[in-house]
């Protein structure tokens, strides 16, 4: 088992998290009823109170805003330095997680990245991000 937190999985995020473990795919919540999409899940959408489902989206989107860590909690020392960003995927919601990188100098707002999988020894997938090389 490893260190680092693992992610407690509820019922309304059930479907997020199977499709990360069993295609390496991240997705968001669109509303049936007016469209809109949404993340993190949630039993219902937040603009009309319509059904939702999970839908795959590209992974890709642009630094929002980061914050470099250097004293990590519990289970993420061994990871300092690292960068922590807010991310506006292309399909128009946010997500937050580390940029895995080597150099946390190129790391900035409205640098493009790519949602990567870390799989873990317990059979967990941790979504997250890296540098997506040559897009602006």
Known sequence: MSDRPLPKVTPDAEPYWQLLREQGTRSVQRCTACGSAQFYPRL???GCGGRVEQVPVSGRGS???????HRAPAGFAELTPYAVALVDLDEGTRAMGRVVTDDLEAVRIGTRVVTIVEKTAE???LPQFALADGEH
């Open 44 to 46: 219902l959408c937040v």
């Open 123 to 125: 059979g967990e997938a």
């Open 63 to 69: 630094i929002y805003s980061y914050t470099v860590v």
